[in-house]
T-cell receptor
């Protein structure tokens, strides 16, 4: 399974945009890029995923580099509720999709 | 709409005892997963089941067994609990060949003393 590298922690001010980076230099052509987040004392929840093109949904945007060796999760206006650990995961179909979590980025949102 | 339900939510075991963690999903998903999460760490995959009737080892399968009882239920068994198995256990499920999202349960906090 291809690996991802994320900063251990980041801080953001409330109501400002947040850009969470992820490096995945060994990504293969069939690897999807998934982002999950884990709020304190909860199970992970899905944020967004993509393959090659940038993606938007109601929670966030995903910007994927042209060579696909990195991606950025963008929270357009951080709120206190967005304080969580964010995981960038590569996954490909092999009977199903496996999600191998790294240590993620702990996002702190300052009021 | 319950999603993924795990029971129990909390459990304390003595070393050497056995127990089964239960997981059920009501979304008609094909694939189910068991993870463990130690303090300050990310989740680690224990076992997964791509579809009813199949199970496969994940990253850390030693000391665990699983049963995919039917499409809804995927149980995780600890035959002889050890303190190193103290952790929070998460079950997850997802659907199909498309790279869609996985849904996670709220976790079972297990302490082995």
């Amino acid at each position: 399974d291809a690996k991802t590298t994320q900063p251990n922690s980041m801080e953001s001010n409330e109501e400002e945009p947040v850009h969470l980076p992820c490096n995945h230099s060994t990504i293969s052509g069939t690897d999807y890029i998934h982002w999950y987040r884990q709020l304190p004392s909860q199970g992970p929840e899905y944020v967004i995923h993509g393959l090659t093109s940038n993606v938007n949904n109601r929670m966030a945007s995903l910007a994927i580099a042209e060579d696909r060796k990195s991606s950025t999760l963008i929270l357009h206006r951080a709120t206190l509720r967005d304080a969580a650990v964010y995981y960038c995961i590569l996954t490909r179909f092999s009977g199903t999709y496996k999600y191998i979590f790294g240590t993620g980025t702990r996002l702190k949102v300052l009021a | 709409n319950a999603g993924v339900t795990q029971t129990p939510k909390f459990q304390v075991l003595k070393t050497g005892q056995s127990m089964t963690l239960q997981c059920a999903q009501d979304m008609n998903h094909n694939s189910m997963y068991w993870y463990r999460q130690d303090p300050g760490m990310g989740l680690r995959l224990i076992y997964y089941s791509a579809s009813e009737g199949t199970t496969d080892k994940g990253e850390v399968p030693n000391g665990y067994n699983v049963s995919r009882l039917n499409k809804r239920e995927f149980s995780l068994r600890l035959e002889s609990a050890a303190p190193s198995q103290t952790s929070v256990y998460f079950c997850a499920s997802r659907q199909g060949r498309e790279a869609t999202e996985a849904f996670f349960g709220q976790g079972t906090r297990l302490t082995v003393v």
